[in-house]
């Protein structure tokens, strides 16, 4: 007779004990009724009186789906994120709402697209680490009463229409162009200053014509020409070079 009763204590204290991970609690219910959080390590349940609803605290890493959003200048486009979130309040997670982690999925669908709705195009592709912020503190404050915080939202993908796709690109090959022009004329300003320069350079010393005349010569004849015209005005000054030099001589 002894040895069905033994065996019957053995399963009630097989079914009593339970081990809690170090990343879980057990919200305990005492005839349905919440009396606290324990966990975690090895913890005693009073075998049919008390049950125990285990709840984790890892950060849990939920996927926002695609979802068609209207951006405030019109633009149909396509977002999908993700959000980061854990529970503070084990309690609360499970009694405050029945499935905290279809909540938080869908109260975060609902607030990617009310808060991107209200930015252009153009801002929401520069501003996106302000709008992550706005979409986080949102939510969060939605998940507060469920004992759950968000600790971060990012928005990681955006798909454009194709024709949007191709004004984009178009605007953007339009601005290359503009900023080639202006390099460009930039630089025939810089390089036509610099020609004053040198002809107001150039005008107090005539010789220094003549000898950029004879290294343009010289750098033609790299290139085995076998003709060389000399300008009139090369001439003049050559022989009033030499006129020069011949009075300075005299002179000595």
Known sequence: MLYPIIIVIVLLAAASLRVVKEYDRGVIFFLGKCTGVRGPGLIILIPILEKMTKVTLRTITMNIPSQKIITKDNVSIDI????????????????????????????????????????????LLSQTGDINVQIKDVIDAHTEPWGAEVTAVEIKDIVLPDNMQRAMAKEAEAERERRAKVVAAQGEFEASVKLGEAADIIALHPVALQLRTLQTMSEIATEKNSTIIFPAQFMTTVQEAIATIRGDSKGK
């Open 80 to 123: 999908a994120a993700v959000a980061y979130y854990h529970i503070v309040d084990a309690q609360k997670s499970v009694v405050a709402i029945e499935n905290v982690y279809d909540a938080v999925n869908q109260i975060s669908q609902t607030t990617v697209r009310n808060i991107v709705g209200r930015f252009s195009l153009d801002q």
